[in-house]
């Protein structure tokens, strides 16, 4: 354990007592007894025991006991990946009692072994041309978040794909470094519930290593990640090789034709690595292939990857091949050789009788496209979420569909059947899967900070992080965190900023990054209240630009004109304005392809090449007036000169007039302020005609009523104070 502090003992807990409660010896404990069901006496029988928890480990060693001690933490981690590791880092720095669970020696245990041939998809970017460090994280998918500047994944790696070696070194030093509470080799076997009324959510969970040691926590953080093999059972898989395990020397393929199965990037990474050697390779899924260029996902087809398409496509012998794995079956003949047929074919048939009494489909189809046996059939199918150390009573279920590999759970990442259990990292992907960067560290290392703060509010009444501007700063508020903010930028359509109106419009409060799904919980969740309106700025793809069918390089596939801001189809600033918070009822019913429901108001900002929104005519210009339109007010700054007049032709001055001029507010008059002006046109030089004679022009001495008349600012002609409105 890498340090011990905020570790206790309870005082002889066992099931059914509160953590802290003493209980009398030879007195059995009120309450439930859930590693105990079912016992009636020290006596009884062990496997009896094991029978009615269907646990055989627990037999032998549970029911023998009268009690079991607990060590209590108020938050468990379970894995110390990335995501557990980002966790313990926001609840060491809130000063929280917690403990992380890793069931190997060492931190990253996933990235000690995957990917196999060791390069990684993520990027690292070295240079940005930018120094501002919020604005870089864009670029750099593999730090996570710290105050210590020395965790930057480039001081660790300068190549743009880094090795997975590096990851797992980089770990290493944040766990150590920032002193992280973490207990290697603790396999976390069992997880069930104890309800308790006085507990944070209404019940305890309870944990059991692989050494039968028990713990308690409050609330549970499971950053395990899916790292279970997806397998895909048919008559004759027990030929096939697992990406897990396969060899990853090129030269163990030398002059063998090659089956893969599966097409993610594990897939293609396995094919680049044996391209050279093998006579051909040939690769069959169920969907088709899916480029992360066209679908902008992460997680599809990076190009670093897909040699196989060019040698598929460019008619050198490889090929892809779509199909129901389901459907197939592989027999394998006397040479040992594996033949590709059909599930069908073999009904009714005894497939150890031989080949030669199985119909192939090339029997009846001579030119099948899988005809040519195989001397190697390799499974790269991705992995899945382990649920089977989770209680029933936990209630953790798969998804559905596409997602039927993650847990389910609500878009504030806690669990849809038991409340104070949170999914971390790659396994809280089903939120955003296919659409935005949750499953990767780029994005989850945002993620896991908004179930921090989502904590922080419900456990210790630390309102979500805020940032309260007078109105004036609106524009340049959000011009600011649309062009370096890193959270909005990688989890698109999924984390947003929130800006919450004061009343009458003078003043709004700025939270950063909060999960768009639970916008109707807003209040309950952040401590915030949202009374007067509300803008929400979030990044969009264009409606119809991302898919794996879509050409994402058709001719003037760009819009650069401001007034076609809304058919921007690159990455873009989207601000929605509700002049009420949205219903529950109204995010059920939000349109299929809006991450939102319709707002009061909406405003694109025009795609920029440069991903630069700070042109004056075409972002921050609209931006303003949009923001005017739904605020009934000016947000320009005025000078003392214009406010002056509004005072006499305005029933209402501007903000910055009422903030500013109103208080005797505004720039204190300097001689290089004043030499700025004349040089700008906008004041009379009066160095000349000055009546005192006896100061040189910049001197600091003289009197208040001198400095007054020195600094005095003329009117101007009526017209120019009617061409204020034309002012940015």
Known sequence: MAAGSGRRWAKTVRSGVSCGEAVAPGVMPPGPLPFRAGCASPAMAPAVCG????????????????????????????????????????????????????????????????????????????????????????????????????????????????????????????????????????????????????????????????????????????????????????????YVEGYETVSINPEDFTGQTVLILGRGNSAFETAENILGVTNFIHMVSRSRVRLSWATHYVGDLRAINNGLLDTYQLKSLDGLLEGDLEDLAIVKDKKGKLHITLRFYLENRNISAGIDSITLPQDELDNFA???????????????????????????????????????????????????????????????????????????????????RLLENRHHGVPWPSTVYPITQLTNSIIKRVNEASGLYQMFSVLADIILLRENATAFEYLEEYPVGVLAELEMQTGRKARNGLFVIIMEYGRNFSGADKDVFYYNRAVGEAQHAWQSNFLHPVIYYYKHLPTEREMRLHPPDWPLPRPNAIHHIVEDFLTDWTAPNAHILPLRRFLENCLGTDLRNFFAESCFLFAFTHQKLPPSCQQ?????????????????????????????????????????????????????????????????????
């Open 51 to 238: 029978t009615l928890l269907g646990l055989a480990m627990y037999a032998s060693g549970l029911c023998a006991v009268s009690g079991a001690a607990f060590l209590y933490h108020d938050y468990c981690v379970i894995g110390a990946g990335p995501a557990g590791l980002q966790a313990a880092y926001f609840l060491q720095r809130a000063g929280r009692d917690y403990i992380v669970f890793e069931r190997s020696h060492a931190p990253g245990s996933f990235f000690a072994l995957y990917p196999r041939h060791r390069k990684l998809i993520s990027i690292n970017k070295q240079y940005t041309g930018k120094s501002n460090s919020e604005f870089n994280l864009r670029h750099d998918w593999n730090s996570l978040l710290s105050h210590d500047r020395r965790l930057l994944f480039r001081r660790y790696s300068r190549d743009f794909f880094p090795n997975a070696d590096t990851m797992v070194r980089y770990l290493e030093d944040f766990a150590s470094l920032l002193k992280l509470r973490v207990q290697y080799n603790t396999a976390i076997i069992h997880v069930t519930l104890e309800k308790n009324e006085q507990a944070w959510n209404g019940h305890y969970f309870l944990l059991t290593d692989q050494d039968r040691k028990n713990y308690k926590c409050s609330s549970l953080l499971v950053a395990a990640g899916t790292w279970v093999p997806n397998v895909v059972n048919f008559p004759g898989s027990e």
């Open 370 to 452: 899988t005809r040519a046996p195989y001397d190697r059939v390799i499974r790269c199918l991705g992995w899945k979420f382990d649920f089977s150390i989770y209680n029933r009573s936990l209630r953790m279920m798969p998804g559905k569909g596409n997602i039927k590999k993650y847990p389910q759970i609500k878009p504030s990442y806690e669990s849809r059947g038991t409340r104070g259990l949170f999914v971390l990292g790659t396994a809280s992907h089903s939120v955003d899967f296919r659409k935005s960067a949750g499953g990767f560290i780029h994005g989850f290392r945002y993620t896991t900070r908004a179930v921090h």
């Open 660 to 728: 500013g001029y109103v208080r005797m507010q505004g720039l204190l008059g300097s001689q290089e302020l004043r030499q700025h002006a004349v040089q700008a046109g906008l004041l009379q030089d009066y160095t000349h005609t000055d009546l005192s004679g006896d100061r040189p022009p910049d001197s600091h001495h003289g009197s208040q009523e001198h400095l007054m008349r020195d600094h005095g600012i003329p009117l101007r002609p009526l017209q120019h104070l009617v061409n204020a409105k034309d002012e940015l």
